[in-house]
């Protein structure tokens, strides 16, 4: 459908490959969690202004591909990073293919569409503004192969203006970044009437996100346990003795305060039983002597849980991480997990495509790995007057899944997550970056416990008022406010997306019309 070549097209604008990929290069590292990512708007003003001033939908296309590409490339670096330590070089094999699928399946496509229906450049810089929305939003919902970064909106954390994600959420964020690049685009072509009024919209987005009234106050204790194991070891079961470990740090927390350990610490039946077999790495078989199941006042602990579920119509249990409450050893009720990783927890077509995972997943030595899943329903558990929104890593960069709870009643939030397959790179602080919106978007403490780091606690305001160094075994004391109010991206979602379309329309509709559509 597209070309890429440098200069077969005499139409092409001079140094438009170059330029656009320097301009995603720029975007990138402009993105969290860099310093001043608001100044995200600048690089994207000239990607919008490299593909409005092309001739033809083919030349936008390219333009838009080697933007991508630069961004995708820089945004993204930390995933074949990332789990090279635990699966080999061989994961770098897959880098070459996420940024260019990326580019070419969102940006280009939707700068093709943007000069195919708006056709002229200033209808095509608001038609790719609410085009780039839309596509964060399609990004978040495509199921199993579903991969929500990259969002523009996350660029405004750090400042007063990320508050209007409690308004919309994060696509709210998103627009506003996404227009005032546009408008600044317009100013090539003369056009300043937009950049006036995006910049009048943006005062008034700072002044609500600077007279919001704070938050409650925090009063309640909380001890995050974050026990640095590998996320290796954690998969294949050999971490040694994680609940003793656990319990260990856990004997710190003080006598009123709710525990919470990260994402797969033990499995279910160990915190359940009233006695169980310790871990003997010395023998071939578990000891036969048995020792008590911990007991806290109040605990919540990520647990790996086994359901059953009918594949091929042969039934099988299958592994869910889970996160259980608990009260003096009873269980008060279970959570699960609702958003499974693409490619890591969940496979796509994984039976008729065997042919192909088969052999990948025995070089990375994880033959086993298969594709079942139950079916899962998010729960809001209760511990001592806390009506706690428990959900377990991946699911909090998607913010229905956050919004659900709250919706359900949830007057705290808590994740369990096993950040350590990041390594320490900057995808793990991306991931708490997002967090910290789902807090602002929802009014609402969030109490993060990771295997080996970010742990930390977030205030409603997206403020983190405790964190823990990564990669150390520790225990991380802070406090934490309960909150019963919605707001508005609790109680509508993700109008900003139907904005978007709007927005993506109006262009599109002006566009045809001074073309004498």
Known sequence: MFSFSWHEDTRAKPYGVPLSLLAGLVLGFTHIPFIASWLSVLPLAAIFYLIAREDTARLAARAAFFAGLGFWAVHVFWLPQSFVPNFGPFVWAIFPVIAPLEAVIFWSSTAWLAHRIARQPLPMLGFLAGGFVVIEWIRANMDAISFPWGNFGYTLLGTPLAQVSSLGGVYLGSLLVTLLAAAIA????????????????????????????????????????????????????????????????????????????????????????????PYDPTKSKQST???????????????????????????????????????????LGLSTKTKLVPFGETFPFRNELAFIYNPIFCLLQVCGLGSSSPVLAPKVLQIAGDKIGAFVCYDSIFPAVPRLYVQMGANVLVEATNDAWFGGGIGNEQHFEM???????????????????????????????????????????????????????????????????????????????????
């Open 435 to 517: 967090d910290r919106m789902r807090a602002i978007e929802l009014d609402r403490y969030l109490l993060r416990a990771a295997s080996s780091g970010i742990s930390g606690v977030i205030d409603p305001r997206g403020n983190v008022i405790a964190t823990a160094p990564q990669n150390r075994k520790l225990a991380l004391e802070g406090k934490y406010g309960l909150q019963n109010n919605l707001t508005l991206y609790a109680r509508f979602g993700d109008w900003a997306v139907l904005l978007s379309i709007l927005v993506m329309l109006a262009f599109g509709i002006k566009g045809r019309r001074s073309s004498g559509i």
């Open 289 to 331: 002597k048995l020792i008590p199941a911990p007991r806290f006042d109040k605990l919540l602990a990520g647990v790996i849980d086994y359901r059953d579920v009918t594949t091929n119509r042969v039934p099988e249990r299958v592994r869910v991480n889970s996160i259980v409450a608990m009260q003096n050893g009873r269980v």
């Open 186 to 277: 317009a100013l090539a072509w003369f056009e300043a009437r937009a950049l006036i009024v995006m910049l009048a919209v943006w005062l008034i987005a700072l002044v609500f996100g600077v007279t919001r009234p704070p938050p409650v106050v925090a009063s309640k204790n909380v001890l995050l346990v974050q026990p640095n194991t590998s996320a290796r070891e954690k998969f294949l079961g050999q971490v040694v003795d994680p609940l003793t470990v656990h319990t260990s740090l856990s004997k710190r927390a003080k006598p009123d305060a709710l525990i919470v350990w990260s994402e797969a610490v033990v499995r279910l039946e160990e915190l359940t039983q009233p006695s169980f077999p």
